[in-house]
């Protein structure tokens, strides 16, 4: 008969998405996983299936945080470019924190082994953030607040490049100031 688990999986989770963030996936080892999931490599391994599959899991849990996250402050707000500015503002008060999404573009670039399998689960979550913003666009357009010329899906896809050079800004050492002036210019842009 098999033990019951000791620990909390989602708990452990939590815990190997703050290590990925940190150190990447060739930067973390087993070791620093189980002593920060707080578990056995045994348990590692018939939980989660090893390095890998926890890495993988660890990606699927933190992009749909972070677009809910977006979302949230997105559609939280009386009007459109409102929402947009809000969910820009948690950006830079965010920026600071290592993006385990980036972080993973950056390891795991186009053609790289694993790259296929880490790009669908980044597109699943930005499919769902890509589509609320062009909503949102739309409405800033039709309340005449943004160009109705502009393209909503390029505009879009331009935003969520921003996060990311937001986010890479800050980890370079980019002060507060500049990274509010990041995110003012991002919607500037739109304009």
Avoid at 39 to 61: D, E, H, M, V
Avoid at 96 to 101: D, E, H, P, V, Y
Wanted: contains cysteine.
């Amino acid at each position: 008969m098999a033990r019951p688990k000791q620990f909390d999986p989602d708990q452990a989770l939590d815990a190997a998405i703050d290590v990925f963030r940190e150190h990447g996936y060739a930067g973390t080892s087993a070791e620093m996983l189980v002593e920060a999931m707080q578990i056995g490599k045994q348990s590692l391994y018939n939980t989660f299936g090893g390095k890998w599959p926890l890495y993988c899991a660890a990606l699927a849990r933190y992009a749909a945080a972070e677009t809910a996250g977006h979302l949230e402050a997105l559609n939280g707000a009386p009007t459109a470019l409102a929402g947009l500015e809000a969910m820009m503002k948690r950006v830079v008060a965010e920026a600071r924190l290592a993006c385990l999404g980036t972080h993973s573009v950056s390891e795991f670039g186009e053609g790289r082994e694993g790259s296929e399998e880490l790009g669908r689960i980044r597109q699943a979550a930005g499919r769902g953030l890509r589509t609320a913003l062009a909503a949102r666009l739309r409405q800033a357009q039709q309340d005449g607040e943004l160009a109705e010329e502009l393209d909503v899906q390029h505009a879009a896809g331009f935003l969520i490049a921003n996060i990311a050079g937001i986010r890479l800004a800050a980890r370079g050492g980019a002060g507060d100031a500049e990274l509010r002036a990041l995110a003012r210019l991002s919607l500037q842009a739109l304009r």
